[in-house]
């Protein structure tokens, strides 16, 4: 069926298309695999970390009571009985009057109960000017210990039996580098979505093909599988179809043998265009067409083809690029299990005025920040097939719909195509 006579808002579309996705399932990867992904599972430490007491400095191991008097002025002399690098354990007891040298992360040894660092010691000194001389049996301390200073006691950072991580938590480094402490080699995440892009259009070469009269290069099947993989999907890229039904629907079937959870297809939606495109859509799936109020971006196209969600998203480059962010994007979040949809966006002032059809706009700018305010200046022209405004951009600014014209001073929301590393 067609509604390309009825012009539908973003939020409309979007809310329409997002009642077709639903968090995909889990897989066991390896734990570097998860970055960026969701957490299927909860999981808990079956150990204390760290497993044992020890240093936080490197010093000597002493009894807290034998240093009570000890001060730079009246030092207290112990002998150093032992040394513990980390990784070692030591079978030697401190005992009253004697000191282990211990380093950091080493084993706190029997009989001591606190550390003093090297800088309250007389090594401190001998360490800085006596350097190439034998190693000291007798250390002075210079400082008071309470028990336990510099002593980072087993399970300080997670406990046995302890929820250490929850499902749905997005895996960040930290994340991973706990899995890693805890022995865990594999984790449970929700899949990555597997997305299928097929380019239309009789107009299209491939990217290594002389340009000939008439003929442009596939550029969005390059734009749009980027952006897959920068959302966190498997681009599966079909290459070209020509605009006849027997390529057309090669192509797509070609596509649905691939296991894809998401289908896209660029150019061939619009009132203006031949209607192959969209007879091949209409009799392979179920498909809404649709004008999309919006700048740029107005062509749209979505449906289920064999059970299979499928976005048409415009030719020119640019609508394709930022109908992606509005459309595709959030569809792919939640496929991922992901629950914050909306993009990164900041209030700037803009710094010029900028006309709007009415529409809601979407304009490329450059964001920057000064005096703690963000400001916004548009990158050039903003024709729909002008790729490099797109190149030279961090941000679209969101001209609401009706508003014809917005003055210099005033605020935009701009959403950030990237943020916050070009903002700063
Ligand atoms: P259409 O949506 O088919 O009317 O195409 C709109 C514009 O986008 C036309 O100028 C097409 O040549 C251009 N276009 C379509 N497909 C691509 C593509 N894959 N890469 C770059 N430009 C394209
Ligand atoms: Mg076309």
């Known amino acids: 069926m067609t509604d390309l006579a009825t012009m539908i808002s973003v939020d409309e579309a979007l809310e329409y298309i997002l009642k077709h996705f639903k968090p995909l399932e889990p897989e066991e990867v390896e734990i570097l695999e998860a970055l960026d992904r969701v957490l299927a599972e909860d999981v808990y430490s079956n150990m204390d970390i760290p497993p044992f007491a020890n240093s936080a400095m490197d010093g000597y191991a ?18 150093v009985i032992a040394d513990v690098a980390a990784g070692y354990t030591t079978e030697t007891r401190v005992e009253p009057g004697t000191t282990i040298r211990i380093m950091t992360g080493a084993p706190l040894p029997e009989g001591a109960d606190t550390v003093i660092r090297v800088e309250d010691t007389s090594d401190w000194i001998r360490s800085r000017h006596e350097r190439g001389r034998e190693p000291s049996t007798e250390v002075k301390v210079y400082h008071a210990a309470e028990p336990r200073e510099h002593v980072r006691p087993a399970g300080e950072d997670i406990h046995r039996g302890a929820l250490i991580l929850s499902r749905g938590t997005i895996m960040r480094s930290q994340e991973i580098g ?27 070469l491939t990217i290594d093909e002389p340009v000939t009269p008439g003929k442009i290069r596939n550029s969005n ?29 090669a192509k797509i079937n070609e596509g649905l043998a691939q296991n894809v959870d998401l289908f896209l297809t660029s150019a061939g939606v619009s009132v203006g ?15 809404r067409f649709w004008q999309v109020r919006m700048k740029p971006g107005k062509p749209l196209a979505f449906g289920l083809i064999r059970g ?76 729909s097939g002008v790729l490099t405004s797109m190149v030279k951009a961090n941000g679209l600014a969101v001209i609401p719909e009706g508003v014809k014209l917005v003055k210099a001073g005033e605020k935009v929301t701009v959403q950030m195509l990237d943020w916050p590393e070009s903002v700063e």
């Open 62 to 79: 002493v009894r807290a009571a034998d240093t009570a008097e000890a001060s730079r002025e009246n030092p207290v002399t112990l002998r």
């Open 308 to 383: 299979v969600p499928l976005i048409g998203l415009p030719g020119n480059p640019v609508s394709s690029m930022v109908s992606f962010e509005q459309f595709v994007r959030p569809a792919m979040l939640v496929m991922e299990s992901k629950t914050r949809l909306a993009k990164p966006a900041v209030e700037a002032i803009l710094e010029e005025d900028v006309t709007n059809s009415g529409r809601r706009g979407f304009v490329r700018v450059m964001v920057d920040k000064r005096d703690g305010q963000y400001y916004a200046h548009t990158t050039g022209k903003q024709g």
């Open 221 to 249: 099947e390059y734009s749009n599988a980027a952006l897959v993989r920068r959302y966190g999907g498997i681009p599966v890229r079909l290459g070209i179809a020509r605009d006849n039904v027997e390529d057309l629907t």
């Open 273 to 287: 265009d031949y209607d192959v495109v969209k007879d091949v859509l209409n009799t392979e799936g179920e498909m």
């Open 178 to 204: 706990v899995l890693a402490s805890l022995g865990k080699t594999t984790v449970s995440v929700i899949r990555r979505p597997r997305v299928a892009i097929l380019a239309t259009g009789d107009e299209l």
